[in-house]
């Protein structure tokens, strides 16, 4: 655990016959003499490397009796299914270690840094109700009620949010949450662990008072890298989706998406006839070969799903050159000239596509250029807000939903509710961002029952609704809830941030693969016929 010392014999010694046959990776008991080395055997490269203990017994404790599947703590690439197989052995070595330790630390000074601002830690149930909160439940059958589950939380919700109501005004913990969704790099499938906080008689701005310290001093504490500092720069929802084409942008890429939509209406372009046109300016780029321009059509079509990228280079007389230059008249290219801030030796890359998926086309083009053309510092941990969501959004059966969280208060309360467009409704939900990776959701919570009952109906659903799905705020809610608001940053993104790591397993002890299987615990795995009958359950299963 705490690192490497040499243990050494002579060759007149009885042990060293016997040593040397002890499997490596083997656990062994070493009693002996601690002294320094001689001269020319001192190692600078380790710790102890000044020091040996000369073995006068030794003793094997634990037995190497199998083949080791990898070399442990060797520099090579060994397939992650046999890692995560063999998690105890690959655990043994420096990287994930130490990630364990970096971990261990920083959730105590997490810890620490919420009780020394007043906030009460508190475990919330693990078996709860399942509730309609954006992602699939982990249900757990009853054994005492037949026919009826528990879940898991896919968050502490509505527990911090009775918190609240009981008079616990500032609440945190260590929060476990389960969702069952498919894995990505930054997400792991089943479950995962929260900063979960919820704050009474509380504005958005005070969760933001409270939270970005404790997120700046732990990248600060934990990293030697460039830290925005606090106040972090509040986004707009809508500027975020128009300029970054996300609402996670990484602030690290200089790259800023312009809308040209009113430029291309006099434009005889048929690929651009009536839809949203966007541009990014990649300045000081235009002597990159044809390969990169072609190279970034390619890469909008296979990996963006676009129809195509259109691109124009900047020559030193102002000209552009380019497939569609012949299109763009003297006025509509000081109209983007101007516009994008360019000049000679600048490059543009044309968007076009309708509401909505221009946006995701030019964030993921945007995002792509910022990596082949080098703009990316990673020296910097770069955080910013993103505020203002819309409250509602249409779903993919072109209906109204909820945007990001049912819970949250509109702007401009039941008065929004009754009489704007719902669309054009706003929320009082916040993200915080980092580097591209969405840190964490909030909100200042809906705590008034009538703005709850609208807010539902809006979306189609009844007061029946509410109390059936969401009864115990429902029933709270009518005995004088206070205003409160909070924030949950998840750890494991923070981790896999200070680490460097490029997947977040590499920052949990005993993680899912990516298809959610735990392969050292051989889980799901199959259950007994007397197991499913406690539980009244008969399995159907076709194919």
């Known amino acids: 655990m705490y690192g490497i010392t040499q243990v050494v014999t002579s060759m007149e010694a009885n042990d060293v016959d016997f040593a040397s046959h002890i499997p490596i990776e083997s656990t062994v008991m070493v009693e002996g003499t601690v002294r320094k080395r001689d001269e020319e055997t001192i190692n600078k490269n380790l710790k102890t490397g000044d020091v040996e203990i000369f073995i006068e017994n030794i003793e094997i404790l634990g037995k190497r009796t199998k083949n080791l599947p990898f070399e442990v703590n060797a520099n090579q690439d060994v397939r992650e299914d046999l890692r995560l197989q063999y998690r105890f052995l690959d655990l043994r070595g420096d990287k994930l270690k130490n990630n364990l330790k970096l971990r261990a630390e920083v959730l105590q000074y997490l810890r620490m840094q919420m009780i020394e601002q007043g906030f009460l830690e508190v475990q919330t149930p693990i078996l709860t109700s399942s509730s309609p909160e954006g992602a699939r439940d982990y249900l757990v059958p009853s054994r005492i009620h037949p026919g009826k589950f528990y879940a898991l939380p896919q968050a502490p919700q509505q527990f911090k949010q009775l918190l609240m109501v009981s008079g616990i005004d500032k609440y945190f913990q260590i929060a476990p949450c389960f969702r069952d969704e498919d894995a990505r790099a930054d997400r792991a499938p089943g479950e995962f662990y929260q900063l979960d906080m919820e704050m009474a008689f509380s504005s958005q701005e005070d969760v933001f008072s409270v939270i970005e310290p404790v997120i700046y001093n732990t990248f600060t504490k934990f990293s030697d890298k460039k830290v925005t500092k606090y106040p972090f720069p509040r986004i707009p929802y809508k500027e975020a989706m128009l300029k970054y084409g996300s609402d996670k942008p990484d602030l690290r890429n200089p790259l800023i998406i312009t809308d040209v939509t009113d430029i291309f209406e006099t434009v005889g372009l048929k690929a651009f006839s009536g839809m949203q046109v966007r541009i990014i300016a990649t300045h000081n780029v235009g002597d990159e070969s044809r390969s990169f321009f072609e190279g970034m059509t390619d890469f909008a079509i296979k990996d963006c799903k676009a129809k195509g990228l259109a691109w124009l280079r900047i020559l030193e007389d102002g000209s552009l050159q380019g497939p569609i230059a012949k299109f763009i008249g003297d006025t509509q290219r000081a109209q983007i000239a101007e516009r994008t801030n360019s000049k000679p030796g600048d490059a543009y890359f044309f968007i076009a596509e309708v509401p909505g998926v221009v946006d995701e086309l030019a964030g993921c083009i945007r995002e792509e250029l910022g990596k082949r053309l080098h703009l990316i510092d990673e020296n910097e941990f770069n955080f910013c807000w993103i505020v203002d969501f819309p409250m509602y959004e249409l779903d993919e059966r072109g209906e109204l939903a909820f945007n990001h969280n049912p819970f949250s208060m509109p702007q401009g309360g039941l008065e929004a509710l009754n009489t704007?467009?719902?669309?054009?409704?706003?929320?009082?939900?916040?993200?915080?961002v980092c580097n591209g990776i969405e840190l964490s959701s909030g909100a200042v919570r809906n705590h008034d029952i009538e703005i709850?009952?609208?807010?539902?109906?809006?979306?189609?659903?009844?007061?029946?609704?509410?109390?059936?799905?969401?009864?115990?705020?429902?029933?709270?809610?009518?005995?004088?809830?206070?205003?409160?608001?909070?924030?949950?940053?998840?750890?494991?993104?923070?981790?896999?941030?200070l680490t460097g790591a490029e997947?977040?397993?590499?920052?949990?002890?005993f993680p899912m693969n990516s298809k959610a299987q735990d392969l050292l615990m051989n889980a799901p795995g199959n259950v007994t016929k007397e197991q499913l009958q406690d539980v009244h359950i008969k399995l159907d299963i076709k194919g």
Not at 421 to 432: R, S
Not at 467 to 485: C, E, I, R, V
Not at 503 to 509: D, G, L, P, S, T
């Open 420 to 432: 704007k467009n719902p669309l054009d409704i706003l929320a009082y939900q916040y993200d915080i």
């Open 452 to 497: 709850m009952k609208k807010a539902f109906e809006i979306v189609g659903y009844d007061e029946e609704h509410i109390k059936t799905k969401f009864a115990a705020l429902y029933n709270a809610f009518q005995y004088g809830a206070p205003p409160h608001a909070g924030i949950a940053p998840g750890i494991d993104r923070m981790l896999m941030l």
């Open 503 to 509: 997947n977040i397993r590499e920052v949990i002890a």
